[in-house]
């Protein structure tokens, strides 16, 4: 998608019963991304979206976020210290170098646009709505000689989100600054936008007929 997800969008899929209502009481302009969604929510708007429209939708993966974003894409944030005695060091240091941006808080979801456009004509990548991804967190122990990775956990009740920096937030989550695993300074809101697999076979026809 150009954009993400917007507030009236959303708001078609609750009245049709297919999503819950965001959890957002902030008077936002209706084109503006919805906001105060969860990971669980964002994948029913996904499935009702897809049963409306056709075609297969669903939320991109972190990779796939990451290319998109292009020259907008800034990762996480890397602990320099990584003592294996105080595993805290590692989330300290991570937290002060994003301290160090002087980032102020953004809380109000603007119409969407006002964060432009990148290189490849999409819209509003890491702006102060943060995106939902179908990436799992994975929890990685590195061997005790750093010869490779000793151990690797998927652990899919939190999933990966996108935006100024990479954070991590469990599924059920809607308002960042409530926890849930975010790495550092909390997102402003969290939103999403989808990806389409491939046309739908009733809109594949149309589409060669020229209808759609």
């Not at 009236?8 to 906001?35: F, H, L, N």
């Amino acid at each position: 998608m150009a954009y993400q997800v917007s507030a009236a969008d959303y708001a078609d899929c609750v009245s049709a019963g297919g999503c819950q209502p965001a959890q957002e009481t902030r008077a936002i302009p209706p084109d503006a991304p919805v906001t105060g969604v969860s990971y669980l929510d964002a994948k029913a708007y996904a499935q009702w979206y897809s049963k409306a429209t056709g075609d297969d939708w669903r939320l991109p993966s972190d990779e796939e976020w990451a290319f998109a974003a292009a020259e907008r894409f800034a990762g996480e944030f890397e602990g320099v210290e990584n003592d294996a005695n105080n595993p805290a060091r590692r989330w300290l240091t991570s937290y002060k170098a994003e301290v160090d941006l002087n980032r102020k808080p953004d809380p109000l979801p603007r119409s969407r646009g006002s964060f432009g456009l990148n290189s490849l004509g999409l819209a509003d990548f890491s702006g102060n709505v943060w995106e939902w991804t179908s990436t799992c967190y994975v929890r990685t122990t590195l061997a005790a000689d750093r010869s490779g990775v000793a151990s690797s956990v998927d652990n899919c009740g939190v999933h990966v989100l996108e935006g100024l920096h990479r954070a991590y937030m469990s599924n059920f989550v809607s308002d960042g600054k409530s926890g849930g695993c975010a790495v550092g300074t909390p997102p402003d809101n969290l939103g999403f936008r989808l990806v389409r697999d491939h046309r739908g076979w009733a809109n594949r026809i149309l589409a060669y007929l020229g209808i759609a």
